[in-house]
């Protein structure tokens, strides 16, 4: 089944870019998603890629795809400490039922 | 309009007891799906309904059970809980199961001593 790997970590100044990386293994998943999660809060999307895509620009957000290597990434443009979060990958099992996740990557901006 | 709502927040069980969480999709939402999220742990799969009929399950033992009523809300039951149930329970909604774009709600607390 799919399974989703991710960089636990990242930590950023406020005003640079940040790359949070992700992996996964079953290229059946027809959309790849990024969901944010603050402390204490539930899941929030925020953006996702069709498969047959290599890059989605959306305002900060670039999401670029290599099916090849089976590689995700989510970059934000001028990272502000509001966008400290843990940030999740999700692809879709191929029973198309459930989104499979990532452990997820806690990203630290700092002023 | 309002998003996905869930109830209660949190609660606070004992071992051994039952518990059922209820979620509200958001309006025009016909599927529901249930994750649990352990600390410092991704979301995990436990049920997807659509139109009343369960459409998936994940790899959680039979104490758990869920359903969808007629107005496409949802409850998950836990039975004889455990300490590790302890957890947050998300609930996601999409306008159909192929979770296209599935939102999420703020999810229940749940913590059994």
């Known amino acids: 089944g799919e399974d989703v790997e991710q960089s636990l970590f990242l930590s950023v100044r406020e005003g640079d870019s940040s790359v949070i990386n992700c992996t996964y293994t079953?290229?059946?998943?027809?959309?790849l998603y990024w969901y944010k999660q603050e402390p204490g809060a539930g899941l929030q999307l925020l953006t996702y890629?069709?498969?047959?895509?290599d890059m989605k620009q959306d305002q900060r957000l670039t999401v670029l795809l290599n099916k090849k290597d089976k590689h995700l990434s989510l970059r934000i443009a001028d990272t502000q400490t509001g966008d400290s979060a843990i940030y999740f990958c999700?692809?879709?099992?191929?029973?198309?039922?459930?989104?499979?996740f990532g452990k997820g990557t806690t990203l630290s901006v700092s002023s | 309009d309002a998003g996905v709502t869930q109830s209660p927040t949190h609660l606070i069980k004992t071992r051994g007891q039952h518990v059922t969480l209820r979620c509200s999709p958001i309006?025009?939402?016909?599927?529901v799906s249930w994750y649990q999220q352990v600390l410092g742990q991704g979301p995990q799969f436990i049920f997807q309904?659509?139109?009343?009929?369960?459409?998936g399950r994940g790899n959680f033992p039979d104490r758990f059970s869920a359903r969808q009523f007629p107005n496409y809300s949802s409850e998950l039951n836990v039975n004889a809980l455990l300490l590790g149930d302890s957890a947050l329970y998300l609930c996601?909604?999409?306008?159909?199961?192929?979770?296209?774009?599935?939102?999420f709600g703020q999810g229940t607390r749940l913590t059994v001593v």
């Open positions: 996601a909604s999409s306008q159909n199961p192929g979770n296209t774009e599935a939102f």
């Open positions: 079953d290229s059946s998943s027809t959309y």
């Open positions: 890629i069709f498969s047959n895509m």
């Open positions: 999700a692809g879709v099992n191929q029973a198309g039922t459930a989104l499979i």
């Open positions: 309006s025009g939402h016909k599927s």
């Open positions: 309904y659509y139109e009343k009929e369960e459409r």
